[in-house]
């Protein structure tokens, strides 16, 4: 229709006017949109980025409305409701009814003529000002512009104060990951500072910003740094962690950040769950503090302890900072034991040496390999101290009975010489002395290896040794007459009970020594069942099956040296064979139950280490009533020798008067204690307690230990201790002990005296030699106080005493007659003690007469004095007793053993006590004569009771 | 009709069942056990449930050989704590430790069943089963009753196992030397390499087994006298006698015992002559019932045991074994002692004075014993002339000493003097008891033409010592007879001085 031309013409006037300033505003809502949804989206929360985008969205909208404005003013009605509407609405709604009418018309012409209809139109529509449709159209585009600028200046306002924040944004909801991918200058870092850990004593030093640097751990880095833009949460982040930003009030930033370990430390700013980093960041490698390292001399090895009874442990340990302690660790099996051998103060390097002796008290219990490591701490604070280990060294004790096994042969051999020497006398015509004198000394020589040798610490000592030692004697004396007389039948009868009494000697010690070794492999068997018990548990699985094959290759070891320990052993020993069989048996079935049921039963059978058949009276001889029970006795089936039982009588013997005697003693010192009254011996008590004092006060200059036994420091040392030990019995109370060792302090004092002029003047042993001239003096009058205050003393008391004097002086009379009679029983039966022991004995029995003669005339000092020479020599006359420690060792096995149980007077713990116990340890550790060893013994610990 | 129901009821429990009282499965299953009859027991006890039943069935277990089984049973906590469940239980749990890890042989055709608490006593086993076999078949011959399959033989290593199986004290085992015990329906006996100069195993093995038999040939209601007096007649007669199975006579011994106040009345040896005191009134004990038992049947014939067996097992429930004597014999008991006991004072019969339980030994005693010790020294060394002349220096003293003689033989064979070797064993007339060593020699020195049963004697005593073993053979060579040489590796490995 040519009119809908002029509709044309007014939706384009209209269009041409309004739709660029439409289009200009859903630009700048557009616009907007964007900077709200990057500022929304900077806030780096969860809702964030959904919030960005339906801004975005929802800024985007216009534009889909203005098309859609667009689309409908296609319809020239509604280019009439826009246009001619607002501006001629009578004439608009006239031109919309003539249009309607020319459109009906034109689609249903009986309605009426369709040119009528268009003519009206047409003259409707040419009424139409277009000049007032275009004025309209201005208006409106103004209004749409104008609400553009309002919208554009409003966006433009809110980031125009921080225009950064919508890069920020931006950034912000482009992170992956919780990191923003564009870095971000956020700092001007100032100063960066590092302390490192105060144990590791270093200054603090600076740290260069944005270079690689080497830090150690636990180092603590401060960085400043002046904030670029104000109002960012500012972090210091290596992506794992983050320590915040705080102000310090004079407008810079300050973070701490503690080295961990190796890490790329950048400031970052944190907008919610994200980071935006800056591009360039601090390197830190942080150095670890190493675990100390440690070398034990000749480690890694394997050492058997029956060679070696001395295991030298030299070790060296080093750490990158510092050492705090450093310990020797012995495990065997589940056990272990840790001894601290050094507590450096300082130092990165610690070394020292001591030797692990086979008498020490892990490595005789352990029978399962021991491994010794050196272990030393470090002082890290950080991460904790750290413990580093030396290779090991593994040590290799004695199976069970190995060395009783040993010792066994050895004194086997011996008896078998015997037995030959027994034969070629038995097969002579006639006797020639030379011959036979020379045989004797043969026979002397074999046995004396025996007596002297050891087996890892193991010698042949006590009754046996005792008996066999009485048998030679016995057989030398009884050969000197043979030969003299020249009587082959005596020399050989001589000879067959000397050999069937050293015979029944090594029954009774293989039989002893089975007993014992069952007892320990019992608790090994019981040990494996535990251990088998443990593996029920597949946790423990393979502990139990390390554990069970270790005992069970102990049983096995021990049951292969029991049976060289005689009769009682190869009984004992193919038992044990058996059980370790019947433990294996249902382990390798897989039947842990009856495994664990035959180690008990070994066990139990082990704890009573029976003959595994007996009959009383019969030994296992066959003995008893009729074929159930074993069988008739054969005739001249019995012991061919009762050495070994008289042996042990006579030790039994032995002790009993010595401990009885001992009694006496006690009797004797209670009673002259006793006699005084209370205030007189508190008095006595207290003159004796400041007497120790000057005792104390004289030696105190002096050396206490010294590395030359025979320097006059050496002696000067001895004499301290002694003089230390006169002070000790002195606050006891005991004077005749406090007086003996102030004469062998005087002693050594001289001693130290002459040794010390003999040196160069000037030097330190003439210095210590005019010291101890010094200590000398002032000691010879104390000790003299002493002897004098001791001899007010026992008069007094033996005064009071009369009494129980009298019945002591009976008593001694009565024990020394015991005396006697067991020299004359030990020289008339089968086991003859040596004849240095029953000398002593008879030195004894002469003491306790002269002692019971003293005690009767009221000479109570005297009687004591006399008493303890009687003590000392029964004493002697024991057999020493088994002794099983290392033969030459300097401190002695006895003297270690004891200085660890000794009890250090109250009155002196401190660190005198300390230093008193070591010179104890000294003095005892030298040699002594093996009769004297156990005298030696009681007497320290009479000493530091 | 009722009535006529309810007493057959009634018999049918009276018969299958000795007794009245309830409840009926535990008692008659326990009647099963002591007839050894295991097959009957478990269809009785299997199952069951009630304390009695399980004590019933523990106890079947311990028969059986099932210690394990036996423990568990009786470690419910409903059963009641009496005297019963405390020995069944100790006595279980000794068997089930004792027993753990052993090793069992069987020999199906002959019925005898081996428990080795020691595996190296495996060699023994042939030889177990034939003296087995051998003193089953003599007993069933003797007394009339069998023993059912199979045979059950606990062989341990010592007296504390010995103590463990059986719930006799260990210590009383050792006072008195026992070797072996008949109980829970098995023989436990000490392997011989327990003692040192081994012991008359195989004898031993037909004592137990004769136990068993009169256990079950009268559930377990023969006395003591009874039980021990069977088993000391039996015990050789599986076997030839020889003249030395009444040395010393247990006549003589028997007698020698009453003389010297120790012997004990026939009815008061206690629970087990194993728990004697002394082994000297262990001996006199045995003889006496060895020598009573002996007399008994000698004066009413062969039959009369197995006669006195049945009737002891027919006795009623409050019956006394004296009725069942009277019941076959005529006589009661006590006059049955009065007659022995008059019967030796009329004989005074003797031992030898070195095999007598009631003298000390001789002086000489202690002579013989140190010359002894210096011999075998002297062997060990080898010095053979010298240990020859210690030996001849004992027997001189002991001249009917068999062992000494064996030494003597040992020094002599050393010198390669091998004809006065033989003359120095000497000949069954020259000794008065003979060792295995000297049955071994014996065999030795005849070329196998001296007593057949020789080499069985010599390993029935002796098995582990390996010249006995090896029959004689230098070392390094073994017999022909597997069996034997089985034996004789196994005594070599038996670790000697």
Known sequence: MQELGTIERIAALYRDETHPAALRLCVAILFGGVLGATLLGRAGEVWSRPAAAFVLIASAVPFFVLGSIARRRRDPRAVMEATVMHTEPELARRALRAMHLAEQTEDEPDRGSPELAQLHFARTLGKVSLVRVAERAAQRAWSLTGVGLVAAGLAFGVVIVDPFRVVEGVDVLAARDGVAPMPVRWVEVTRIDAEPPSYLQLPRGRVRPYLPTVLYVGTTVTVHAAPLRDGRRLVLTDGAREVPFADDGEGTLVAKWEVEGDADVKVAARFGGVVVPEPRGLAIHGQVDHAPFVSLGGAPATLPLLDQPRIPIHWEAQDDHGLREVALVLRAGDEEVRRTLSKPKSGLVDRGGIDLSSDDAFLRDSYLPVEVTVEALDNDPVNGPKWGRSAPLVLMPPQIGEREALRYAALKAARDALIDELARRMDLDELVASTEEVA?????????????????????????????????ERLDTSAKKAIAKRDLDALVGATEEA?????????????????????????????????????????????????????????????????????????????????????????????????????????????????????????????????????????GQGEASEAAEQAAGLEQALEELRQEHEQQMRKVEKALRDALPAEEREAMNQRMRELAQKVRDAVKELPQQASDPGSARASAARARAQAEAMAGA?????????????????????????????????????????????????????????????????????????????????????????????????????????????????????????????????QGAEGQKAQREAQRMLEMAQPESESDGPKNSPEGADGRDFARDANVPPEARDKRAEDFRQRVTDGLGREAPPHLKDALRRYTEGLLR | MMRAFWLTVLLVLTWSSSATALPLDAERGRLAVLDLDFAAAHRILDGGDSPDVVIERARLAIYEGHCDEAQTLLERPDLEDDDTLNLLFAVAKGCARATAGTVVMKDEKAGVWVRFQDDEDRALFPLLVKTATEARAALTNDLGASLPNPVKIDLVRDQFALAAHTGLPEEAA????????????????????????????????????????????????????????????????????????????????????????????????????????????ATVAFAEVASFVRYWVKENGEQALPKLLVAIKELPRDGKVADAIKEVSGTSFADWEKRWRAHLAATTPKAPAELSPTQALPASGLIAAKKRRLAQLLQSREHHHAAQTQVEGARELFPRDASLRCMHAVSLRGLGRETDAAAALGTKDDILRPTGRWWSMHDFFELGKGDPQARSLAVGREPYNPPVACQELAWGELPEDRVMRILCQAARRVPRE
């Not at chain 1, 025996?450 to 030692?469: C, P, Y």
């Not at chain 1, 010690?509 to 494996?528: F, H, I, P, Q, W």
């Not at chain 2, 031993?204 to 088993?231: C, I, K, N, Y």
């Open chain 1, 730 to 858: 002195l606050e006891r109370g005991d004077v005749s002990k406090a007086i003996e060792q102030g004469e062998g302090a005087l002693q050594n004092l001289d001693q130290a005296q002459q040794r010390g002029r003999k040196a160069p003047a000037e030097s330190a042993e003439r210095e210590v030699g005019d010291q101890a001239g010094e200590a000398k003096k002032d000691l010879e009058d104390l000790v003299q106080q002493g002897s004098k205050a001791q001899q007010d003393m026992q008069k007094a008391a033996s005064e009071g005493a009369s009494g129980p004097l009298q019945e002591a002086a009976d008593g001694e009379e009565a024990l020394a007659e015991r005396a006697r009679k067991l020299q004359r029983r030990s020289q008339q039966g089968q086991a003859p003690l040596p004849q240095a022991m029953l000398d002593r004995l008879g030195e004894a029995a002469r003491a306790m007469e002269r002692a019971a003669k003293k005690l009767g005339q009221k």
């Open chain 1, 499 to 635: 050999l069937l009494a050293v015979d029944s000697g090594l029954i009774a010690l293989g039989t002893n020594d089975t007993r014992a070794s069952s007892r320990k492999l019992a608790d090994v068997a019981m040990e494996t069942a535990t251990a088998i018990a443990i593996g029920v548990d597949p946790s423990q699985r393979q502990r139990s099956e390390r554990l069970v094959n270790a005992y069970l290759t102990v049983l096995d070891n021990g049951g292969g040296f029991l049976v060289h320990l005689g009769r009682l052993g190869r009984d004992l020993g193919e038992l044990v064979d058996n059980g370790v069989r019947r433990i294996e048996r249902p382990l390798k079935a897989g039947d842990r139950y009856h495994a664990r049921l035959a180690a008990e039963d070994l066990a139990a059978r082990l704890r009573n280490p029976v003959p595994s058949f007996g009959a009383a009276g019969g030994g296992g001889h066959g003995h008893g009533g009729g074929v159930e029970s074993g069988g008739m006795p054969q005739p």
């Open chain 2, 174 to 281: 050792q006072t008195t030397g026992t070797v072996a015990v008949a109980k829970w329906g098995r023989v436990i006996m000490i392997s011989p390499r327990a003692t040192e100069d081994g012991y008359p195993w195989a004898d031993t093995l037909a004592h137990e087994l004769t136990h068993l038999v009169v256990s079950m040939a009268t559930r377990d209601r023969a006395p003591l006298w009874l039980q021990e007096g069977v088993a000391k007649r039996q015990e050789v007669r599986w076997r030839p006698l020889t003249r030395f199975d009444d040395v010393p006579s247990p006549d003589a011994v028997a007698w020698e015992g009453i003389e010297a106040g120790i012997a004990l009345p026939l009815t008061g040896l206690g629970p087990s002559i194993a728990m004697l005191p002394s082994p000297e009134q």
């Open chain 1, 440 to 472: 004797q000394k043969r026979i002397r020589n074999t046995f004396e290896k025996v007596f002297d040798d050891d087996w890892g610490g193991l010698r042949l000592s006590g009754r046996i040794a005792a008996l066999a030692r009485g048998q030679l």
